[in-house]
């Protein structure tokens, strides 16, 4: 009887193990890239950009900070990236500081010689982490 009580643990215990991991891996995919996101400033590519963000984020743009909904702040970068048509991004200087990253960078406007400074700040731990802010000031 014993032997059958604890077969049973066992494999309880590994159907757990395999469902918080299977749920663990899905959010995992649902979260920040900093590689692409760099890439995806480079391209103004909001929808991708977005993708990563956490449910509410905080849009400091040329002057004008508010948060938004994911969706919202959607629609503002999408409006942002066509007005302002990126060349390029570079990737500057980089800061942990507990839980939190923050990136900076020099986004280059297309048709123009004007440079922007992006700060990113991005929640989270290592390997994954959550859009949480984007800050972007003329220079």
């Known amino acids: 009887m014993r032997a059958l009580v604890s077969r049973y ?11 918080l991991t299977s749920a663990w891996n899905a959010h995992a995919q649902d979260t920040l890239d900093v590689a692409r996101v760099i890439e995806i400033l480079a391209a103004g590519e909001a929808t991708e950009l977005m993708a990563w963000a956490g449910d509410r984020v905080e ?12 969706e919202q ?16 991004f570079t990737l500057g200087h980089s800061l942990t500081q507990g839980n939190e990253w923050w990136l900076t960078g020099l986004y280059q406007v297309r ?29």
């Open 73 to 88: 702040a959607y629609y503002v970068l999408k409006a942002f990236f066509h007005q302002y048509p990126p060349e390029g």
């Open 9 to 19: 643990f066992l494999c309880a215990a590994f159907l757990i193990t395999s469902f």
């Open 59 to 70: 849009l400091a743009l040329l002057g004008q900070t508010r948060r938004y909904s994911r």
């Open 111 to 139: 048709y123009d010689a004007a440079r922007m400074r992006v700060y990113l700040r991005l929640g989270g731990k290592y390997p994954t982490y959550t859009l949480l802010a984007i800050q972007i000031i003329r220079m």
